[in-house]
Nanobody, 118 residues
Framework: QVQLVESGGGLVQTGGSLRLSCTAS????????LGWYRQSPGKQRELVAH???????RYTDSVKGRFTISRDNAKNAVYLQMNSLKPEDTAVYYC????????????WGQGTQVTVSS
């Protein structure tokens, strides 16, 4: 069983920066894609960014050029550097670990709140 714990959320002004961290207890092998999702009130959870073990990344259009995802396989960790934050980035951010070949192996963190004030 894998548990994911996020940290780094908080309140920041428009244009500010935050860095989210997610650490897995239990081994996350290089067969896992690590990602960040977010959900704001009344909206569906959406992918923000994900990264493969080989370092390939994907971002949702609204965060391209502002957010950077990275991972440290040795530390079983994934990070999200968020710059130039906007009020529309306000949401609960969730860490996810998904096995490349098994949908059953899909884990979520508890979420961390990010609030961007205007």
């Amino acid at each position: 069983q894998v548990q994911l714990v996020e940290s780094g959320g908080g309140l920041v002004q428009t244009g500010g920066s935050l860095r989210l961290s997610c650490t897995a207890s239990g081994s996350i092998s290089n067969m896992y894609v690590l990602g960040w999702y977010r959900q704001s009130p009344g909206k569906q959870r959406e992918l923000v960014a994900h990264i493969t073990s080989g370092g390939s990344t994907r971002y949702t259009d609204s965060v391209k050029g502002r957010f950077t995802i990275s991972r440290d396989n040795a530390k079983n960790a994934v990070y999200l550097q968020m710059n130039s934050l906007k009020p529309e980035d306000t949401a609960v951010y969730y860490c996810n670990a998904r096995h490349t070949f098994s949908a059953r192996l899909d884990y979520w963190g508890q979420g961390t709140q990010v609030t961007v004030s205007s």
